[in-house]
């Protein structure tokens, strides 16, 4: 997608939701003071005011709004302003009950929370509609408008509802993807358990029932309610975009595997003018900048490789998950670079100014409660000094040295009921190849199964349980061309409709690995069986009782197959368990190319080594002079390359430069060795 920046910005993004309407009118002056003493370029305002703006039907009060826009254009401050159509006002609900989403067991969700919305219902989008064309009418040339932003994190907390009007909307839906009745027939296997259909008009949401229901349905729903949610937001867009031309649109994603999985976000990043995400550690004991890395490349490869913007994220501690610990002293500018460094041309918060009521009102920001005589002020102020240093990185993109495969329809093709193991997880799987991949300081694109692969040396397929035969077919071509392709376990396995491929799995990639799957072996909870090479010995140096280097061997849990090569060469064998004997992870030399296939959930140093050996096979050079933890990446444009150091560690580390240059955030010259202290952030322009 090309490369659109907020209107009027000539800096990076810095700044957070603001939301005057929780305070008092002369704590609007304060804001803006100390906005610009912190460096705020740009703000979030109006997201959730639909209550205020039109207190009544018809009735509107914009002058709140008018002196809030005023005051941030005469200091300087840009706005992203926002669509309020994701909490509809207490009286429209009232008038329109039949707008509250029903849940999949026929509970309807009250007023009270947010996002509470039946996408499919009529008075919703005729109210949505107005309210944005009222907006856009008043501020679609406003001086100080950058940026327009529709609704807010669409597909949290309600991803679909399954009211009579959606079931009327989905017939409909289904018309106009299949045609008619019979082509739904055979999509969705309805011979199967005597589910066939004689008219559209029988179909209905996949509602509760009572064991595993008809697979094709549901994943056709999760599809129709994904493009229904999207249908929204362009008729919001398109508004936005007549009324106020020129002025870019977008809606704030939630790319994060660990986040939100009921977006189709390749779909969505062609609606977009600028993809906006945001990002919030999960703080379930594991690396949390790796899952920030992950989720940066995932947002920067949605974008189609262009620059992107970190909408939110938090100063400290969120108040949503269980545990909600604070950030160390540091770590607020380490996330914030580290999206930067994965292009992002900007870092923005939720929120500016901490809540005193509200459900989040324990949630950080970036005037706390305390003010400026706090922790987080003050790192705040320090931050957007060091953002404003990067201003020169503005437009220019990230470099990848390999991509990694992902499609959320696969994801939800796999979610659904009745699957050979529970304890298979895409996400865990695509965490774990993307760990491996950071861990070899592999900075990584994601990308569709149907894209253009040539770019890439090396391609990651964790985990895609639906594949195509142009999916299938675009891999092979990337292996005959020289691309190095590594495949883990349950790939290639259903087409579309959740349909197995015809013939021997993996049905979509037997003639790229060189290979077909007899039989697949769910290994029960607790359950590891062990690897051995041709030799007797696994690559650490063990042997399969365990003797040598250490005496662990490598393992794998959760899954085995049995795998039967054909023209596949086997790497590994299991050395017990039901398939003892059998190949557990192989290679393929195809055309200019080779293709790996792992049918196990290896051990993390199993993994590693794998990662290692199909990276020797692509010619990525290893990176041994990096300690773990300690991340490189570039950016390079028009303005030069940059390069980014960001050490995760608690020790000091040296991070060798090919190329002399200035660090930006220090203002020294950098050559040899650079110098990154524990905790700390370097930003070299590079010579040349």
Not at 438 to 448: E, G, P, Q
């Amino acid at each position: 997608m090309p490369d659109i920046s907020p209107r009027g910005l000539t800096r990076l993004a810095f700044g957070g939701d603001y939301n005057p309407e929780q305070w008092p009118e002369h704590v609007w002056q304060e804001d803006v003071r100390l906005m610009r003493e912190a460096g705020v370029t740009m703000v979030s305002v109006g997201i959730f005011s639909w209550a205020l703006l039109e207190p009544a039907p018809g009735e509107y009060h914009f002058g709140w709004l008018d002196r809030v826009l005023g005051l941030l254009h005469e200091n300087g401050i840009r706005v992203d302003l926002g669509t309020p159509t994701v909490v509809p006002p207490a009286w429209f609900y009232r008038a329109h009950p039949e707008a509250l989403p029903v849940t999949a067991e026929g509970v309807r969700y009250e007023f009270g929370s947010r996002g509470a919305i039946c996408h499919s219902d009529p008075d919703y989008r005729a109210a949505a509609a107005n309210i944005t064309t009222r907006l856009a009418e008043r501020y679609g040339d406003h001086p100080a408008l950058a940026l327009w932003h529709v609704h807010n994190e669409y597909g949290v907390p309600v991803s679909a509802c399954y009211c009579d009007t959606c079931a009327a909307h989905f017939r409909r839906w289904l018309a106009g993807t299949y045609g008619d009745v019979e082509a739904v027939n055979e999509a969705w296997g309805t011979a199967f358990w005597g589910q066939r259909y004689t008219g559209l008009e029988q179909i209905n949401p996949p509602r509760a029932t009572p064991t595993a229901g008809n697979p094709g349905q549901a994943l056709d729903y999760r599809r129709f309610a994904d493009a229904t949610i999207r249908e929204n937001f362009r008729a919001e867009r398109d508004i936005l975009h007549r009324l106020s031309p020129g002025v870019p649109v977008t809606t704030n994603f939630m790319t994060a595997l660990s986040q939100c999985d009921s977006m189709d976000y390749w779909a969505w990043g062609r609606e977009v003018d600028l993809v906006t995400n945001d990002h919030y550690l999960i703080t379930d004991g594991r690396r949390t900048h790796v899952n920030l890395a992950m989720a940066a490349d995932l947002t920067r490869s949605v974008a189609g490789g262009a620059p992107w913007l970190l909408l939110e994220h938090s100063t400290s501690g969120v108040n949503w998950q269980p545990r909600n610990p604070a950030k160390a002293p540091g770590q607020m500018a380490r996330n914030s670079l580290s999206h930067v460094a994965r292009g992002s041309d900007g870092a923005m918060f939720f929120q500016w100014r901490q809540s005193r009521r509200g459900a989040e009102k324990f949630h950080s920001a970036m005037l706390p409660h305390g003010g400026t005589d706090t922790r987080v002020w003050r790192e705040v102020v320090e931050l957007g000094a060091a953002v404003d240093s990067l201003a020169a990185i503005r437009g220019t993109r990230t470099e990848a040295d390999a991509a990694l495969l992902w499609d959320w329809q696969s994801w939800w093709a796999q979610s659904l009921d009745w699957r050979p193991s529970e304890d298979h997880d895409p996400r865990e799987r695509a965490d774990s190849f993307y760990e491996a991949l950071y861990d070899h300081h592999l900075t990584v694109d994601f990308a569709h199964p149907e894209a253009d692969l040539s770019a890439y040396p090396l391609v990651v397929v964790p985990a895609l349980y639906l594949m195509t035969e142009a999916a299938g077919r675009n891999l092979r071509e990337y292996v005959e061309h020289g691309g190095t392709l590594v495949v883990s376990y349950f790939s290639g396995i259903v087409d579309q409709h959740d349909a197995v491929h015809e013939g021997a799995c993996p049905g979509a990639l037997r003639d790229v690995l060189g290979l077909t799957v007899e039989e697949f072996s769910p290994l029960l909870h607790g359950e590891r069986v062990r690897l051995t090479g041709p030799d007797g010995t696994t690559p650490d140096g063990t042997r399969p009782d365990g003797s040598g280097s250490d005496g662990s061997g490598i393992t794998g849990d959760v899954w085995t197959e049995f795998v039967v090569p054909r023209g596949a060469e086997t790497v590994w064998t299991y050395a017990d368990g039901l398939t003892a004997g059998r190949p557990a992870v192989t290679r393929h030399r195809l055309g200019e190319g080779t293709a790996w296939y792992v049918s196990t959930r290896l051990d993390a140093g199993g993994l590693a080594a794998l990662v290692g050996l199909a990276a020797d096979d692509a010619r990525i050079a290893p990176r041994a002079d990096l300690p773990r933890d300690v991340e490189v990446v570039r950016r390079a444009g028009e303005s030069g390359t940059y390069l980014f150091a960001v050490n995760h560690t608690a020790t000091d580390a040296k991070v060798p430069l090919d190329v002399p240059g200035t660090e930006l955030l220090t203002g020294e010259r950098a050559a040899g060795r650079l110098p990154v202290p524990a905790g700390a952030v370097r930003v070299v322009r590079l010579d040349g």
